[in-house]
Structures are given as structure tokens and as C-alpha cells.
């Protein structure tokens, strides 16, 4: 009888249930590494970083290295230069912010001063109402012997005080103010005024009233014998002034 013999098994088929195991633990280690893989591929990535960094750090020196002394002189003269002028554009704007800045302030102040200015000039033209201490001078004529001499008096006599605006029975009077006899009889700036007469001054309380009591002043002057008024002087904390006088345009007189 003929020989029968086993059938024969390849290679290939009798290590293919082995290998298919091993196969799939790489797989998995492939897509789930490890904490210990990572850090090794971190640290092959920074080597290779480092690596490209230190070629093209290479390259550079080597770019330099290749240019004559002259070369890099005028390389160095160049950058020099152009530092300088940053330099300069930086002075410049500088100094251009600080003038704007200084600039504006100058006119904040110019404008502010001129307008002070204005006011203080509008007050003592008697453009402008006014308000402050100062006393209220009230003189009862029953008489009607005061003169407009004695009133112009009184009134040279506060300014002498200090007075820096006052009103005579709701007339402003000014540095051009005049005094005439009329229908009452007495007149100011061309209006008409009657008894009592109530002048109003601001300034220092004290002093206007000190300067209206002196001996042979506007107080012992109207309540002579000769004149017969009663004079009432009371100071007060605020005084307020809103008659206004209408400037007249100068005929003869230019500014120069």
C-alpha cells in the first residue's frame, strides 16, 4: 500500500495565530502611548528644534563671516546711523508734544487772565453788575439843602477809601459820571435824582465807613447846622449793584 503522508503545514500558517497578538499591542501602543512615549517625543522635538535654530544661527555667522573688514564696517556705520536718526525722530517728537503741551497751556492761562481781565475792567467801567462788602450811605434831605458838591464829595471820598463800585440812587457812577443842577434840583449823568439820597459802595466796610465819618468828611458835612440831613451808614456782607452805565464813544480821544 502506498505511503500516506501528514499534510504539510506552511510557515506562514503556523505563526500567523502567534503574531497576530503582538501585532495588535503595537497598534494599541501606537494610538494610546504612553506618559514615558510622550516625554521621549517631546524631548526629540525640542533636539530638533534646537537643531534648525543652531543651522540657521550658523548660516548667519557664516553670511557675516564671509564679508571683508571694510564691509562690516560700513554695515556697522549704516546701523549706527540709522539708530541715530530713530534717536532724533524720537528728540523731535518730543520736544514737538512738549511745546503743544506747553502751547496750550499758555493760552489756557492767556485766556483765562484775559478774561479776568474783562471783568475787572467791565466792573470798573460799570459794564457789568457787581456785588461784594461795602456799606449803604442813606442821607434824609428834608431840607433839600444838599448840594451835588456835597454828594460829588462824598463820592471822591469813598474812592479815596477804597471803594471799587458805587451807586447813587440807581445811577452807576463811573470815572466819566457828572453831577448838575436840574428840575429836582439835583442831577447825574442827565437823571434826575430826589432825597433820600442812598449811595451804595462795595469795598472794605471798615475803611468806607471810616472815610465817610473823618472829621470835615460827607457825614459831619450834611449834618451841619448849615444843611440839616440825617446821615444812616449801614455795613453789610454783600452788596449788589445792577445798574449799569452806557459807554459813549470818545469824539476826540484815539488809543495810541
Given at each position: 500500500?502506498?505511503?500516506?503522508?501528514?499534510?504539510?503545514?506552511?510557515?506562514?500558517?503556523?505563526?500567523?495565530?502567534?503574531?497576530?497578538?503582538?501585532?495588535?499591542?503595537?497598534?494599541?501602543?501606537?494610538?494610546?502611548?504612553?506618559?514615558?512615549?510622550?516625554?521621549?517625543?517631546?524631548?526629540?522635538?525640542?533636539?530638533?528644534?534646537?537643531?534648525?535654530?543652531?543651522?540657521?544661527?550658523?548660516?548667519?555667522?557664516?553670511?557675516?563671516?564671509?564679508?571683508?573688514?571694510?564691509?562690516?564696517?560700513?554695515?556697522?556705520?549704516?546701523?549706527?546711523?540709522?539708530?541715530?536718526?530713530?534717536?532724533?525722530?524720537?528728540?523731535?517728537?518730543?520736544?514737538?508734544?512738549?511745546?503743544?503741551?506747553?502751547?496750550?497751556?499758555?493760552?489756557?492761562?492767556?485766556?483765562?487772565?484775559?478774561?479776568?481781565?474783562?471783568?475787572?475792567?467791565?466792573?470798573?467801567?460799570?459794564?457789568?453788575?457787581?456785588?461784594?462788602?461795602?456799606?449803604?450811605?442813606?442821607?434824609?434831605?428834608?431840607?433839600?439843602?444838599?448840594?451835588?458838591?456835597?454828594?460829588?464829595?462824598?463820592?471822591?471820598?469813598?474812592?479815596?477809601?477804597?471803594?471799587?463800585?458805587?451807586?447813587?440812587?440807581?445811577?452807576?457812577?463811573?470815572?466819566?459820571?457828572?453831577?448838575?443842577?436840574?428840575?429836582?434840583?439835583?442831577?447825574?449823568?442827565?437823571?434826575?435824582?430826589?432825597?433820600?439820597?442812598?449811595?451804595?459802595?462795595?469795598?472794605?466796610?471798615?475803611?468806607?465807613?471810616?472815610?465817610?465819618?473823618?472829621?470835615?468828611?460827607?457825614?459831619?458835612?450834611?449834618?451841619?447846622?448849615?444843611?440839616?440831613?440825617?446821615?444812616?451808614?449801614?455795613?453789610?456782607?454783600?452788596?449788589?449793584?445792577?445798574?449799569?452805565?452806557t459807554p459813549v464813544v470818545p469824539q476826540w480821544a484815539e488809543p495810541v
Amino acid at each position: 500500500m502506498p505511503e500516506t503522508s501528514a499534510p504539510e503545514t506552511s510557515a506562514s500558517e503556523t505563526s500567523t495565530p502567534r503574531q497576530r497578538p503582538a501585532a495588535a499591542a503595537m497598534l494599541r501602543s501606537f494610538l494610546r502611548p504612553s506618559k514615558a512615549q510622550l516625554v521621549l517625543a517631546v524631548v526629540l522635538g525640542l533636539v530638533a528644534m534646537a537643531t534648525v535654530w543652531q543651522f540657521r544661527a550658523n548660516r548667519a555667522d557664516e553670511s557675516f563671516s564671509s564679508l571683508r573688514r571694510d564691509e562690516l564696517i560700513g554695515l556697522l556705520d549704516q546701523l549706527n546711523k540709522s539708530n541715530n536718526d530713530l534717536r532724533e525722530q524720537i528728540a523731535e517728537q518730543e520736544a514737538a508734544k512738549r511745546q503743544l503741551q506747553t502751547g496750550a497751556d499758555n493760552r489756557r492761562v492767556a485766556q483765562a487772565q484775559a478774561n479776568k481781565r474783562i471783568q475787572d475792567l467791565s466792573i470798573l467801567a460799570g459794564t457789568a453788575p457787581a456785588e461784594g462788602p461795602g456799606i449803604t450811605i442813606t442821607i434824609h434831605d428834608e431840607a433839600g439843602k444838599v448840594t451835588p458838591q456835597l454828594l460829588l464829595d462824598g463820592i471822591e471820598e469813598m474812592r479815596d477809601a477804597g471803594a471799587e463800585v458805587i451807586e447813587l440812587n440807581g445811577v452807576r457812577i463811573v470815572a466819566s459820571s457828572w453831577f448838575g443842577n436840574g428840575q429836582s434840583p439835583i442831577s447825574v449823568d442827565g437823571t434826575a435824582i430826589s432825597p433820600p439820597y442812598v449811595m451804595k459802595v462795595i469795598g472794605d466796610p471798615h475803611s468806607l465807613e471810616e472815610g465817610a465819618r473823618f472829621r470835615g468828611g460827607l457825614v459831619s458835612r450834611a449834618q451841619a447846622p448849615e444843611v440839616g440831613a440825617r446821615v444812616v451808614i449801614a455795613a453789610a456782607e454783600r452788596i449788589l449793584i445792577q445798574s449799569l452805565h452806557t459807554p459813549v464813544v470818545p469824539q476826540w480821544a484815539e488809543p495810541v
